[in-house]
């Protein structure tokens, strides 16, 4: 079977693989390019445990195959610090422990920021809709939503 040659960039950084046809592209992340922070949780779209963002779009990388990415640019949880300075959302999570077993969070994350970018004055409705795509089965969601209302006021400067 032939395996395709695809370059692309991921958080930040130019990339090459070798992916098999029916490779996802969470495969490609975990076992190619060894960016391990995106989980599995489902392999059907439904959990958001593997969420991260292609051209700016928030996806599901268990929904796209690893040969559409060339030349995309693909953002995952690990380019979400700068180095050892952590993103406010990263920060705001520890702050009000908005994270029990962490195997969601990183899909959590990505979203919450994806949303950020988009509207950076979101009400807790429009931020409990567009994180209803990431389950979380170990909290109530409450400290994830007050950490994501949290950031948004800090990132407006209020």
Not at 62 to 83: N, P, Q, S, Y
Not at 101 to 128: Q, S
Request: one cysteine or more; charged letters at 25%.
């Amino acid at each position: 079977m032939a395996r395709y040659h695809v370059s692309a960039t991921v958080n930040g950084d130019d990339v090459e693989f070798l992916c098999e046809p029916e490779q996802t592209l969470l495969d490609v992340l975990r076992d190619e390019l060894h960016l391990t922070g995106t989980k599995e949780g489902c392999a059907s779209g439904d959990c958001g445990a593997c969420s991260v963002m292609i051209d700016g779009r928030l996806v599901c990388s268990c929904l796209v195959m690893g040969a559409e990415v060339g030349d995309r640019e693909i953002e995952t949880i690990e380019g979400m610090a700068d180095g050892e300075q952590l993103h406010p959302l990263q920060q705001k999570f520890l702050d009000y422990a908005a994270l029990q077993c962490g195997y969601c969070t990183p899909g959590i994350l990505i979203a919450a920021k994806a949303l950020l970018e988009r509207n950076p004055d979101p009400t807790e409705t429009e931020a409990r809709f567009w994180l209803a795509g990431n389950l979380c089965r170990c909290t109530g969601y409450d400290k994830i939503m007050r950490a994501v209302m949290d950031t948004a006021a800090e990132m407006r400067g209020e």
